[in-house]
């Protein structure tokens, strides 16, 4: 598969400061890609600069190999889902799919078997003569997402367009999305701050903060193998512990902990531990454990991902640790006294 | 039950004022003229008839003036609409927050002055001897004053200028609602400025366009001020001739059949404009 979109050392600078520094990726055709970071980290920037919207600084977008440079939005072989969806008030649905199309000056037929298409794949038969303002949220997501598609582009850009619906609905439109990205092969580009919408859905994932990518990666080795610190924080739970000191092979934490860990080229400022690495009460053929001591605080139950808080006895730090599946700690309480222990290899450690 | 009735008292108390106001100085002068657009001079005092309202469609002259005056008064409302638009659109879309409110104060600074100062202000700009003329003889443009005062010309700027601010402001207020992603989703979807302001801005301030409409015909067409004075003789404006009925000829029943007419006509006028344009008047204003 071929590169749909390319981008090379894209810079945005605005007066104050720099939206998106020196960014360069590319993303294959008919793949659905993420890109991830917190709000403020220049991801909406980079979305409205492929889409035309804002004119970079510096650097080249290509869109199936043509650069994209001085071309107008309305020109763009991509369209948009908008963070607010943007549907138009006054039109109802079949109006509103239609809009791009009627654009193109097609004949009538044409348009009404595409819009009629379209209202098809995304399950809204039957509700063309709707008003946008009559449909529920899930609904109105729809149309959105039918009017950029009807117009065939390269690209669907997609900016948190889940942001606003409530919770289950979410769960549910994540799963119907990628449904429809495999079944309709459009390049999605998808913004969002919400690790759990870009991991589920994405093929691939690009982390970006300060204007900057991070990591691009599958959510699979996102979330296992993180790159840098700040992607071990921010996707996925993780327990952070500051390192004093990193000699013969063995990492100093600042809570006093002497932990082995063999062979790192670099000396580690950080140390980041997932939840699920911890075990509780860990037997002894287990090999390259580091095991220390914790008291549970409290029990935060969230069915199968229900974790606990646990206070380390020698060093009073709080971290997280998530409870095994299989039931086996049900009638762990606050005050127990358990040990815990963690792989060599389950310790990420980072320079920061 | 106690604090009911005594919030009803209070409630009757205060809306008392707001009442008498308008029974008394509205509600009971129109019946009352209601009553004499009735009535004419008969042998033994006053009687009742359809006279004073069969004189205005039996004389031409009357007519004639009323669609003289509806006409211009629509014109003037379209020219608002014209005049207007992009300023309610620069100040709510493109400039910023910082100075649009700034400079949406200074659009109501006509409005401190008062129209009649206002129309004499016009007076001064227009005249043969006005800034205008003088500053083109000056600049060796023309050798002569244009005489633009007095003429149906000078009367529509002035109407124009006294009304146009009730358009802005209702368009400002849609405006202002109007999401500037459905500006750039229009973009994204390949259409045209063109388009999107004709399929997309225009239907979307329709209300505010409306409501401001309404304000501006009914305005500029029971207006006495500007036509009396930019007008000059020329002007065939209806409200003259109620003025002159009243006090000219001292014949209130007319004057009074006369003022209801213009009330209902033109109130038609609005109704009928609402149903072309497919408007509701709920919708309006909101």
Known sequence: MGKILEIKNLTKEFKEFTAVKDVSFFVEEGGFFSILGPSGCGKTTLLRMISGFIKESSGEILIKGESMSGIPPEKRPV????QSLALFPMMNVRENVAFGLKRQKLSKQEVDERVKDMLGRVSLHGFEKKKVTELSGGQRQRVAIARSLVMKPSILLLDEPLGALDRKLREHMKIELKLLQKEIGTTFIYITHDQSEALVMSDKVAVMNKGRFEQIDTPRNLYKNPKTAFVAGFVGESNRFELTDYSDHKLTTENGWKVEKPNLDFTPKVLYIRPEALIIEPTDDIADLFKFEVVIKTILFDGSNTKVSAIVTSSKDELLISLPQNAKFEDLKEGDKVQVGVNYNDLKCYKE | MEDKKSFN???YLLILPV????????????????ISSFQVDGDNGKVFSFDNYTTFFKNKIYWLTFINTAAYAIGITLLAFVVTFPVAFYLTKVVSRKYASFLSLLLLIPLWIGELVTVYGWMIILGDHGVINESLIYFGIIDKPIHMLYTNISMSIGLLYISMLFMVIPIMTTLESLDDSLIEAASDLGASKWT?????????????????????????????????????KSSLWFTEQIYNEFLSTFNWGEGAAFGFLLLMISSSIIWAALRISGQKLERVGS
């Open chain 2, 196 to 232: 999107i302001f004709r399929r997309i801005i225009i239907p979307y301030s329709m209300p505010g366009i409306t409501s401001g409409g309404i304000i501006v015909f009914m305005l500029v067409i029971g207006d006495y001020v500007a036509p009396d004075i930019l007008g000059g």
């Open chain 2, 9 to 11: 008292i209070t409630f």
């Open chain 2, 19 to 34: 009442l008498l106001w308008l029974i008394v100085l509205i509600v009971l002068p129109h019946i009352d003229l209601f």
């Open chain 1, 79 to 82: 369209n948009i889902v908008f």
